[in-house]
């Protein structure tokens, strides 16, 4: 029996199986943006498919630890415009 990859939302600390979750990547160019399909290069960070996820990551700092750098506020609304995106 194959064993499914199970990961951890940085925003409510869910854990589930890693196609249940959104990945947040930075790129190597230092870019942040969704990755639907899990496989961008970069370093990433799980997410549930919900806002209140992204928020209460962002005021817990838990995007500053994921990255192991401080995540400028523009890319919150970034990836908000990201997540509505993939929700319709």
Known sequence: MKKIPERT????????EKTAFLRIV??????FSLDPTGRMNGRGAYICNDPA???KAFRKKALDRAFKEAVPADVLDTLREG????GK
């Open 83 to 86: 997540l509505a995106q993939l």
């Open 9 to 16: 939302c940085i925003g409510c600390g869910e854990k589930k």
């Open 53 to 55: 996820c992204l928020e």
């Open 26 to 31: 930075k790129k190597p160019d230092g870019s």
